[in-house]
């Protein structure tokens, strides 16, 4: 599968993604690295299983580069069109990723253990940051507590923001850490989505009902006199347009009257 | 290379001086024969968005006047005239009865 950072994936699309990321890099950094971690510097993910092998790089020595100016953080999103489709696909949301600071990275954590190393090693990274010490174990309750902001989507597959002191970084989770690490919340992420869209529905819509209407000169605009009859464009078998306030025709009907009052029945014609 | 002279363009600075004549006429004669768009409305009816997105054909939408009540005629969403509803050679048409006024 041709992987592109412009399309949004399904849930087994990212599942399939994972698989072979997962077979791939993991065998190829437990070879070379003895660690079944993976920081990884993509510099395009355009066509991303075909190129594993040349194209990636690991920062493999004992303090990985985290993050500093010079290294990017495995760069999986290169930019915010495929930052927010991401989310779209994860969450059902756009602007979950971060928008500030270290612009697309995303840390790419498939396994329990995995996503703990990448934690002890940005504290590593960060020292003045009171992080984990390097080789402490963390466990879920540790971990979770780091993670500002989590959900999970049908897949398993879950995106965290983790929070470093100023720093804040996206960490996608696979569904292996995401089990056991991610405080669910789509639940109260789909009520405030809910409770936007009541605040929408109930909100007042202004319509006016509206004839075409007719050119005229200024001269002839100024020269106007009561009693004065001015054709307009529109036949009278023409439909009415409904218009809002911003100019935009919602919809058009027949003109008549109910109630002693103007009214507009919709239609097609 | 050609021989080019080439100097600094600089502005002298305008003093205050005392008026004279006005150089461009105000008055609408310029642009009388400027054409405008006039728009005809009929009313406006208040629902909600929730409402608005039910609407289907068939439905009914009352404004807010009265069958006989004057059309208003709109310059650029301002109204500037209203007339009666009128039909004037199967096409829609208003007879003025409030004229625009000199402004």
């Not at chain 1, 971060?98 to 329990?112: H, I, M, P, T």
């Not at chain 1, 025709?249 to 507009?264: D, I, M, N, T």
Request: with cysteine; glycine share 12%.
């Amino acid at each position: 599968m041709a992987v592109s950072p412009f399309r949004i994936y399904s849930a087994p699309e990212c599942a399939a993604i994972a698989a072979a990321l997962e077979n791939a890099l993991c065998r190829w950094s437990r070879r070379w690295f003895g660690t079944g971690k993976l920081v990884l510097e993509f510099d395009n993910i355009n066509g991303l299983p075909g190129v594993l092998p040349g194209q990636l790089q690991a920062f493999g020595s004992d303090l990985p580069h985290y993050g500093d100016a010079e290294s990017q953080w495995c760069t999986l999103l290169p930019d915010a069109a495929a930052r927010d489709a991401l989310d779209r696909s994860l969450l059902g949301t756009p602007g979950g990723a971060q928008r500030d600071g270290e612009e697309g990275s995303f840390l790419l954590a498939l396994q329990a253990d995995m996503a703990a190393q990448c934690l002890v090693d940005i504290g590593r990274a960060f020292p003045g940051e009171a992080q984990p010490r390097a080789g402490q174990e963390l466990g879920a309750a540790q971990v979770g507590g780091m993670l500002r902001r989590a959900a999970v989507c049908g897949s398993g597959w879950g995106l965290a923001r983790l929070r470093l002191g100023a720093l804040e970084l996206p960490l996608l989770l696979g569904p292996a850490v995401s089990a056991g690490i991610v405080p669910a919340k789509p639940l109260r992420l789909l009520g405030a989505l809910d409770s936007a869209r009541q605040a929408i529905i109930r909100q007042p819509a202004s319509l006016s009902a509206a004839l075409g209407g007719t050119a005229l000169t200024i001269g002839e605009f100024e020269g106007l006199r009561v009693g004065d009859i001015l054709r307009l464009d529109q036949r009278v078998d023409e439909a009415v347009s409904l218009v809002t306030p911003g100019g935009e025709v919602v919809a058009s009907g027949q003109l008549g009257a109910r109630e002693g009052r103007k009214a507009v029945r919709l239609g097609e014609e | 290379m050609s021989e080019t002279k080439v100097e600094n363009l600089e502005l002298s600075e305008f003093a205050d001086e005392a008026g004279g004549a006005v150089v461009a006429r105000q008055s609408l004669d310029v642009v009388k024969d400027v054409s405008v768009q006039l728009t005809a409305v009929l009313g406006k009816s208040t629902l909600s968005v929730g409402e608005m997105f039910g609407l289907q054909e068939n439905s009914v939408v009352t404004l807010d006047t009265l069958t006989d009540a004057p059309v208003d005629l709109l310059l650029d969403g301002k109204v500037v005239a209203r007339g009666r509803l009128v039909i004037v050679d199967e096409h829609f048409g208003v007879q003025i009865t409030e004229a625009p006024s000199a402004d």
